[in-house]
């Protein structure tokens, strides 16, 4: 286990970045690391820093269901090892479950005086966490490849283009959208596609009648539940011409 040891100082704020995450902030300074080995945590307060490229964290120790995916880089403080690689950490003022073996590294968070600020310059500072936006992108992504089921409301098991929308939205966002395409386009506010920014919907038809859509991730690219053939995938957003595109977060 490889343990990343916090440096803190009340006299270092000047000096420290800002951790953004789900609208509460929490002021740092910079690490070093230190090799650790032996199982569970002593006493002191820790947190996790994802290392893989992605990990699921999830709604109960005992459940697969997903409350988010973090990203390689995103911390999060731990509120009880729970054995068996679960950690118990805390994610936008809620709890979750994150399986550490493989996936991520424990941080021991420790005070030090202000005579060290020195030391403390010389360090990396951590890396910048996702947007709003951005970690809306990287929820959604999380289903590629997941079965296409028309009437299918979750991608865990199968879902329609609009079944995608609503749940990724509900999910990843806290918004809550109608059932149907023609209906998600009249939520929200429409969009030029100079304007477009990953998270906004796209909507597509025959003529005016919209009769699909999918949300832009970015790059000229789109996520959405495509065919029973192709299922959940990401496209170009022009593979066809779009009817509306809108803004439903609200910034």
Known sequence: MRIQRWIYG????ALCGMFTYGGSTEAFAFYQTTELGGPGLGSGAYAVTVDAERVNINVAHDSNEVLVTAMQGESFTIMEDMGDGWLKVSVKGTVGYLPQSGNASITEKAEIEASDAEEVLKAEPLPVVASKREGLVNYALQFVGGRYVYGGNDPHSGVDC??????????????SLNRSSGAQATQGVAVSAAQMRPGDLVFYGNGSRINHVAMYIGNGQIVHAS???????????????????VNVLGD
């Open 10 to 13: 009340t006299a270092l704020l």
């Open 162 to 175: 609009s079944g995608f929308t609503r749940y990724v939205m509900q999910h990843g966002a806290g918004i």
């Open 227 to 245: 065919t029973y053939k192709t299922g959940i995938k990401v496209s170009n957003w022009g593979y066809r011409p779009a009817v509306k595109i």
